[in-house]
């Protein structure tokens, strides 16, 4: 994720921010231009506001006051901004209890949004299924509310955005690391199977990778929940999850490329070295690659990732907490980031 500037002070200012700290100026995300952008009351009230660096009219998100998005849409057209119109259902605002964790669920996908187009992938299927997302609430749904794909609908489970209980599943289950985000990640995964393997013609590529997705997944599944993966899992795969189904497999990894790609992001942003004063070994230093996002090689982006992951896990402990990124990345691993890094690779502008 980059880091922004307010265009009024210069003062830093971060993705979700709706105004400047410091002087108070407005603030606004423009998608179609990843740009954080700041804002000027329109002289006539209508549209909302004009963009101080191009004179563009925009308006905020119909969210911005319940959701607090900050996205913004050209003035006079849907009110809802890019990120907020792919929610196709969302918990019943009138209960209190939803709000909090529907906002946070809203600010995770605006993140992943952001990296999609960053990527400049698209947001449908070659039958034009279109991308969108379903976040709900157990409590007013009939059957419990399961998170996972399916044609191109992407469930969220509200209580995944309580703190609370994401951690006592995540212990129930075995797990290193489980966020919102993270869910977010994983299931897009399945979306782009869909939309850049099985469209894309690369089913074949794929099953050597990762393995023949046509065994029965419900079959996998069950097995999985009742053996568990297998000792040796992180010999071949990024999480344990992975060896469930190849289907899991490409999801868990792609979602560990969208990490990976975002986190150097920001520390490119930050411009953080890793150099360590007792190594001398060169390859625990980090290396400067530009846009994580226009990565030539997967070869480039592990070569940064690997040192980062160390000095963030390192700085985790020092402050008592459990390891950023508590993955051990194999070589049949980076293998397997380097096909979907191969599969993302052709839609990013140069």
């Not at 191009?54 to 890019?82: D, F, I, M, T, Y």
């Not at 996908?109 to 698209?122: E, S």
């Not at 969220?156 to 209980?165: G, K, Q, V």
Request: glycine share 8%; proline share 7%.
């Amino acid at each position: 994720m980059r880091i922004f500037s307010c265009g009024n002070c210069g003062q830093l200012v971060f993705f979700e921010n709706l105004r400047c700290e410091r002087c108070g100026t407005e603030l606004g995300f423009l998608p179609d231009r990843l740009a954080l952008v700041a804002l000027d009351p329109a002289p006539d009230g209508a549209p909302a506001f004009t963009t101080r660096d191009g004179g563009e009219p925009v308006q905020r998100c119909a969210n911005a006051a319940n959701a607090g998005c900050n996205w913004l849409a050209p003035a006079g057209e849907a009110s809802l901004c890019r990120a907020c119109a792919l929610s196709r259902r969302i918990p019943d605002l009138d209960v209190p209890a939803n709000l909090a964790p529907w906002q946070a669920a809203e600010a995770a996908k605006r993140r992943l949004i952001y990296a999609l187009l960053r990527l400049n992938l698209p947001l449908a299927t070659a039958d034009g299924t279109q991308l969108s997302f379903e976040i709900l609430s157990d409590a007013a749904e009939p059957e419990p509310v399961l998170t996972g794909h399916a044609d191109g609908v992407i469930t969220i489970n509200l209580a995944e955005a309580d703190s609370a209980e994401r951690e006592r599943r995540r212990s129930e289950l075995g797990e290193a690391y489980r966020t919102l985000l993270g869910h977010f990640r994983h299931e897009v995964g399945h979306f782009y199977w869909d939309a850049l393997v099985r469209d894309g013609g690369r089913i074949d590529e794929c099953r050597a990778a990762f393995g023949d997705e046509r065994p029965d997944y419900a079959e996998a599944l069950q097995r999985h929940y009742a053996s568990g993966a297998p000792p040796d899992w992180q010999l071949g795969y990024v999480s344990a999850y992975a060896t469930m189904h190849p289907w899991e497999d490409f999801a868990e990894t792609w979602a560990h490329y969208m990490h990976i790609v975002d986190a150097l992001d920001t520390a490119e942003a930050f411009g953080m070295r890793v150099d360590p004063a007792v190594a001398p070994d060169p390859t625990l230093n980090s290396r400067v690659i530009g846009d994580p996002y226009r990565a030539a090689s997967t070869g480039d982006l592990i070569a940064a990732w690997l040192p980062l992951s160390y000095a963030v896990n390192s700085l985790n402990r020092s402050l008592g907490q459990a390891d950023l990124y508590p993955f051990v990345l194999s070589e049949p691993s980076i293998s397997k980031l380097g096909f979907v890094h191969d599969l993302v690779r052709p839609f990013a502008p140069e």
